[in-house]
């Protein structure tokens, strides 16, 4: 019902987009890598698509609801109806190659927002106009953040103009509000009108002969007067007092330097499903976003570590190249996502590894690390072919230039993150910081062949998700899966099940430990004599607690040689064992001295097995007869939160039996909140700090120590 100026059938007539050489520029100018970012069905994936039908890419736009859009091309992202990985498609405007990053809005893929914003050279930030009242404001304000952490020129887009609700004001105001403090001024660069039907049209301000000759209207007094406010020619500022006309190039080059700069964000509204606002935008894109030579130099290392000069964005320098995403196509095969940074990728070239150092994970506390790949780097890799990606359609191209993007598949041991370059000039970039996996998930697989499935499941899927931590506990023996959150679980059980292994999911156990009440003794008395060679063996132990973190500390104090000095180690032994299996199953006994005073030993049926036997039975009588203190384990938590959100923060803690160690002020309007936490009520942390701040606040956490529960 709604048809705009007729630019969708413009530019679908242009038919630009499919041809082989427009997908692989030779010049970094041509080029634009744009982040599309922003909120959860802010309408990205929709916008994807419908530029990508506009620019005659595809027939027809696919959509979300039907899992037919080219971006979420991932079997999970279908079956979430939300996008999961980042993924690329191309489209070519005013012969300026455009690759489009579809990242998505659900806060547990932030790795692949920043994996986006990676390969990007600006940021397309997309607000959806119809809920900017109710609770967009705190994504926003999370994911503007993470745009402004990695240094990049955005552009605001202003969707679902045809929402009954849409209120482009109210959603403008809220970004204004959230970008407040940043020195980034938002203004209008198109202007929206609603026909008495309905329908929905967008207007460039900056479009015709001279924008400034008719009398300008309030939005494009604002844009211009904004635009020479920030230009530093003085000569604007003067025609413009003096009522003269102002030259339109003069203006657009002011945008796209101030943009550049990150003074200026420009905000473009459009309505997807129409067309409305979509060839402006494009034009936007064109005019207004740097291209790749305009990316700060990127910060490097040799690969021993040592330094290296800055890589520049130069298309005739030495190969630099990035993955900056790992998935799998329909045969389950890997396909990475490249960012080149500096020279040419062409095919059929051999390429040195500089693996990143941020990706190999270190083990952390009770974490077996044999079960992540180590990859060392180093290696020598072939490049057979090299693809313009559309979703997950590849399409062979004759190289990849600095700033372009490209797919690459059988890759071997290479993995997101690392650095692929010339064998002549090794060099690894910086990496880029992974969000930590803070959501437990227990999974078991039912026998020994779902094991060995999940063993084989689980290594490769290390490959493509980077923030899952596998960790095999060693005091409860159960796998955890640490995941983001339970959008990134589902993801990962589903694809760990499509793999082959029947996994299922279980209560995720925490360790536990006891330690005594008090000192007591204990008799162990180990005596068969009944026919053949028999087990004799006798030993009185007393038992006393110790100040935490002590262990268990063992003292022979036998005189007299009541037992033989040969058995005492048999002794010491039964009681450290029976002290780790635990006197209740699965909780050691520690913080304890065990003392050994007294037994008794026979000449010919003794034996250091049997008192073992003795040692254990003493310790069993001992412990049960002090009395035991149940011990859990206290993490030390650091909440980062706004201001706004501090007293929900420190109310849940206190319900979640946490101690506030204290609280200091971050960034501005930011507060940071120390606590020590029982394990058990952080298993959903993550979960439910997410939905009490609307996904602000973040937290770490680190294991303290064992206290006794409710202590
Ligand atoms: N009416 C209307 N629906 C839209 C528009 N943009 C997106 N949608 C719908 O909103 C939902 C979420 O859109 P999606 O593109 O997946 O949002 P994303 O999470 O930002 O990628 C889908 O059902 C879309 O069909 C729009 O401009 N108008
Ligand atoms: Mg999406």
Redesign the pocket.
């Known amino acids: 019902m709604i048809v705009m100026g007729g630019s969708k059938a413009d530019s679908a007539r242009r038919g630009r987009g499919g041809r082989a050489g427009e997908l692989a520029p030779d010049d970094p100018a041509a080029v634009r890598s744009v982040a599309i970012v ?1 909120p ?8 994807v698509e419908e530029l990508l039908a506009v620019a005659g890419v595809i027939p027809r736009a696919g ?3 039907a899992g037919t859009t080219v971006t ?1 091309h991932d079997p999970d992202a279908r079956r979430q ?3 999961v990985a980042p993924a690329v498609a191309s489209l070519v405007h005013r012969d300026i190659k455009i690759n489009l990053i ?1 990242t998505p ?1 659900c806060p547990d893929f932030l790795a692949e927002v920043r994996a986006g914003l990676r390969a990007a050279d600006a940021v397309l930030f ?1 607000v959806g106009t119809a809920d900017a009242a109710d609770g967009v404001a705190a994504p926003t304000s999370a994911l503007l953040a993470e745009c402004r952490r990695a240094g990049l020129p955005a552009v605001l887009v202003l ?5 009954a609700r849409a209120d482009e004001t109210a959603a403008l105001v809220t970004c204004r509000r959230v970008a407040e403090g940043s020195g980034e001024v938002l203004v209008p660069v198109t202007r929206t009108e609603r026909g008495t039907d309905g329908t929905v049209t967008v207007h460039p301000l900056l479009a015709g002969d001279d924008p400034t000759a008719e009398e300008p209207d309030d939005l494009r007094r604002e844009l211009v007067e904004t635009l020479i406010e920030q230009s530093e020619d003085e000569a604007l500022l003067e025609s413009w007092i003096g009522g003269e006309p102002v030259a339109l190039d003069a203006l657009r080059a002011d945008l796209a330097t101030a943009v550049t700069r990150r003074s200026l964000v420009p905000v473009a509204g459009v ?3 129409t067309g409305a606002g979509l060839d402006a935008l494009l034009d936007l894109v064109v005019d207004a976003v740097p291209p790749p030579t305009a990316h700060p130099p990127l910060p490097a290392h040799a690969p021993d570590g040592a330094g290296h000069a800055p890589v520049d964005p130069d298309p005739d320098g030495p190969l630099v190249a990035e993955v900056v995403q790992t998935g799998t196509d329909a045969q389950g095969s890997r396909v990475s996502l490249v960012r080149v940074f500096s020279g040419r990728l062409r095919p059929d070239t051999a390429l040195t590894v500089c693996a990143d150092p941020l990706r190999i994970p270190a083990p952390r506390d009770g974490e077996d690390p044999t079960g992540a790949e180590v990859r060392s780097g180093g290696e020598t890799v072939r490049v057979n072919r090299v693809y313009a990606p559309l979703g997950a359609t590849l399409r062979e191209v004759p190289w990849c230039v600095a700033g372009d993007l490209c797919a690459l598949t059988r890759l071997g041991p290479v993995g997101t993150g690392d650095t692929l370059c010339a064998a002549e000039d090794p060099v690894g970039l910086d990496g880029w910081e992974l969000p930590e996996a803070l959501l437990p998930v227990a999974v078991t697989a039912a026998d020994r062949t779902a094991q060995d499935a999940m063993a084989r499941g689980l290594s490769r899927l290390a490959a493509t998700e980077t923030t899952l931590r596998v960790e095999r506990n060693e005091d409860t023996h159960q796998i955890v899966l640490w995941c983001t959150g339970e959008a990134h679980a589902d993801v990962v059980l589903a694809r760990l099940r499509a793999s082959g292994a029947n996994v299922e999911v279980t209560d995720v156990a925490v360790p536990e430990r006891e330690t005594v009440a008090g000192p007591a003794t204990g008799l162990g008395r180990h005596v068969k004599q009944s026919g053949g060679h028999g087990q004799f063996a006798v030993c009185r132990i007393e038992i006393e607690p110790l100040p935490r973190g002590s262990g268990v500390e063992f003292v022979d104090r036998i005189v007299g040689g009541a037992i033989p000095r040969a058995y005492i180690p048999g002794v010491e032994k039964g009681v450290r064992a029976q002290l780790e299996s635990g006197v209740t199953p699965g909780r050691p006994v520690v913080d304890v001295r065990v003392t050994l005073v007294d037994g008794k030993a026979h000449s010919v049926d003794s034996s250091d097995q049997a008192f073992q036997t003795a040692g254990a039975l003493a310790v069993r009588e001992a412990v049960a007869a002090a009395g035991t203190v149940v011990m859990e384990r206290l993490y030390e938590v650091e909440v980062s939160v706004d201001d706004g959100q501090l007293g929900a923060v420190l109310g849940d803690l206190s319900a979640r039996h946490g101690r506030v160690v204290g609280t200091e002020p971050g960034e501005p309007g930011c507060t940071h909140v120390r606590a020590e936490v029982p394990e058990q009520a952080l298993l959903r942390y993550a979960v439910d700090l997410r939905a009490l701040t609307s996904g602000t606040a973040s937290f770490t956490r680190r294991f303290s120590r064992y206290e006794p529960v409710g202590g």
């Open positions: 922003g959860m069905a802010a309408g990205k994936t929709t916008l959509s979300v609801a979420d109806q939300r996008s579809d809005g997309v969707s679902r103009l045809d929402h309505c997807a499903p």
